[in-house]
């Protein structure tokens, strides 16, 4: 048994949907809208006494996952939308330095000024690489990943990655960070420093068992911060459709987990579109 709790579950996307990144829409009442809105009202309780306490203003939200192919930035920038719709001020930013796309759901240059360019101090004013209201809403920026750098790891160990995130925390309500997946490489590690919640992405029956155990030790040795898990892609067809909010996960059951599904760390080429 993984004891993570759950904060939210995703149905799969309805056929007219597969195409489409972006699904979250104001005011529809469709399934994987409303699965949204649940997992927005859940944020609260596990935030619920954060180190900062009240005062603190805005909150990081690191989304990850086991491998490349789980919908990570499918679930974070639809996340992020949502949470713009209750009129938050949200960022949404895409820290894969290695092959981030997460921007060009927006609509945005991937490689244009992003957050590369500050980090590396090739620009010293963050609003630089910030784009204003994308996605048709107001309350949402966002910032690209820009160029890939020689060097991303050390660009997120750097004075100006934790002034970054800072500064995004004191201007918004939420800071939305779309990372690398954890167990390939370190920098999910440098980011997960400087967060407040994490949200690890699995998308349902794809995951080998082994792996839910190496995100539970993790877990039990503090070595993530505030994890939770969601449950992406979900096929509630002919099933009962629930996990229960905050339940524990059990390996074999449900979500169909178990062994024999061939994925390993060494995934990173897969497209992470996949929702």
Avoid: W
Avoid at 190 to 215: A, F, H, P
Wanted: aromatic share 10%.
């Amino acid at each position: 048994m993984v004891d993570i709790p759950i904060i939210g579950e995703l149905p799969r996307k309805k056929q007219h949907q597969a195409d489409q990144e972006i699904v979250v829409t104001e005011t529809g009442h469709d399934r994987i809208t409303e699965a949204f809105r649940i997992i927005r009202s859940n944020l609260d309780f596990m935030l619920m006494g954060r180190e900062g306490g009240e005062e603190q203003k805005g909150v990081a939200i690191q989304f990850t996952s086991t491998m490349s192919g789980e919908g990570k930035s499918f679930v974070a920038v639809n996340m992020a939308l949502s949470l713009a719709h209750t009129g938050k001020k949200v960022i949404a930013v895409d820290l894969d330095l290695r092959k981030g796309r997460f921007s060009e759901y927006a609509g945005i240059d991937s490689v244009s000024n992003g957050a590369s360019a500050y980090l590396s101090g090739k620009l010293s004013d963050l609003n630089q690489v910030v784009n204003k209201g994308v996605l048709g809403n107001a309350n949402l920026d966002m910032i690209a990943v820009g160029a890939i750098p020689p060097n991303p790891t050390n660009l997120l160990m750097s004075d100006n990655f934790k002034r970054m995130i800072d500064d995004l925390k004191n201007s918004y309500d939420y800071v939305i960070l779309d990372t690398v997946p954890y167990n390939i490489i370190a920098d999910a590690g440098l980011i997960n420093r400087y967060v407040d919640l994490t949200i690890y992405v699995i998308r349902d029956g794809k995951v080998d068992k082994r792996y839910l155990e190496d995100i539970d030790k993790m877990n039990r040795a503090k070595k993530i911060k505030n994890l939770t898990i969601l449950i992406n892609d979900i096929n509630i067809e002919g099933k009962h459709y629930g996990y229960g909010a905050y339940g524990s996960y059990g390996y074999g059951g449900y979500g169909n987990y178990g062994y024999g599904y061939g994925y390993g760390y060494g995934s990173y080429d897969d497209d992470d579109k996949k929702a």
